[in-house]
Nanobody
Framework: VQLQASGGGLVEAGGSLRLSCAGSGRTFRSSAVGWFRQAPGKERSFVTTISWSGKSTSYTDSVKGRFTISRDNAENTVSLQMNSLKPEDTAVYYC?????????????????WGQGTLVTVSS
């Protein structure tokens, strides 16, 4: 599985961005896909994940009600719609795929990682 994250950029607080994760490989469609983020000087942290079917999702508390994850298995893509962005959302965002596990939230449960895309939210 290869992953390519895109869609990052600079946005003012309160604005929106939509990140995309394009996957390739046979197992992408059967894998859970998650988004993690890493702010400068901080560890990589869980943001959200979606099951292979798209029927189940999980979010970290700080983004609930603002971020929405979705997937289109026909297009091999997972999207992250981010609304009401805050300066504390500034980070490099990574998508990752997990072949096993039910909505894993720990980075070491993911088998494949994309290269990351930078999101900067100005105050």
């Amino acid at each position: 599985v290869q992953l390519q994250a895109s869609g990052g950029g600079l946005v003012e607080a309160g604005g929106s961005l939509r990140l995309s994760c394009a996957g390739s490989g046979r197992t992408f469609r059967s894998s859970a896909v998650g988004w993690f983020r890493q702010a400068p000087g901080k560890e990589r942290s869980f943001v959200t994940t979606i099951s292979w079917s798209g029927k189940s999702t999980s979010y970290t508390d700080s983004v609930k009600g603002r971020f929405t994850i979705s997937r289109d298995n026909a297009e091999n893509t997972v999207s992250l719609q981010m609304n009401s962005l805050k300066p504390e959302d500034t980070a490099v965002y990574y998508c990752a795929a997990a072949e096993c596990g039910n909505l894993p939230t720990l980075p070491d449960k993911y088998d494949y990682w994309g290269q990351g895309t930078l999101v900067t939210v100005s105050s």
